[in-house]
């Protein structure tokens, strides 16, 4: 009488245990998060020390990035949470009052359609930033200038000297319109692959 179930061999037990590689990966964007929690903080600190002396639009700039910092952060949560879930081991948070709503349902092609919207949030701050100084193209002063000395006074750091071109706004422009294409094609994709809309733009 053979049996159709087999304990695992030496080899599948490693193949399977060589998960647990990632977690120093993960553990890593934990420390990367920190970092991005420092920045936040070095950036309010100048936001709340100079803006008597900053205008509307450079205030408007700064708040722009500190969203683009918590945006990356929010990534960052649900890189490590959702990966850590889906490719390493459950987390048990089953009944915890604070488990994210998309972590029961989470899945390979649900976390990348998540991931490419949080992308896409991203790339539109970004674009956001270039279109409020679009009004400056070829405009920005010169690295010896006053007017730079005097913006990296207000903002407390060195500001990378580099003009903004029309050319450089349509790229821009086109690479978010991409962006947005391939987040639609991996959520079709999924929806196909599900036979039901994606659970991802769902929630």
């Not at 930033?129 to 207000?154: D, H, M, Q, R, W």
């Not at 947005?180 to 599900?194: C, E, F, N, P, V």
Request: some cysteine; hydrophobic content about 50%; charged content about 10%.
């Amino acid at each position: 009488m053979s049996s159709t179930s087999k304990s695992p061999n030496a080899l599948s037990t490693l193949i399977f245990a060589s998960r647990w590689l990632q977690v120093p990966l993960y553990l890593g964007l934990i420390l990367a998060q920190g970092v991005y929690v420092f920045l936040f903080g070095k950036e309010l600190w100048h936001l709340l020390h100079q803006a008597n002396q900053m205008g509307e639009q450079e205030i408007m700039l700064l708040v722009l990035g500190l969203i683009d910092v918590v945006m990356i952060s929010n990534l960052l949560v649900m890189v490590i949470v959702g990966g850590y879930e889906t490719f390493v081991s459950r987390l048990r948070l089953e009944g915890h009052p604070d488990q994210p709503e998309w972590l029961s349902h989470v899945n390979a092609s649900v976390l990348k359609v998540k991931l490419a919207l949080s992308i896409i949030g991203i790339s539109s701050i970004h674009l956001l930033k270039t279109f409020i100084g679009a009004g400056n193209l070829g405009a920005l002063p010169a690295c010896n200038s006053e007017a730079y000395l005097k913006a990296v006074a207000a903002v407390g750091d060195v500001i990378k000297c580099s003009t903004m071109t029309s050319d450089g706004v349509m790229w821009q422009t086109i690479i978010h319109g991409a962006f947005i294409l391939s987040a639609i094609g991996i959520a079709y994709t999924d929806k196909l692959m599900s036979g039901t809309p994606s659970k991802a733009l769902s929630h």
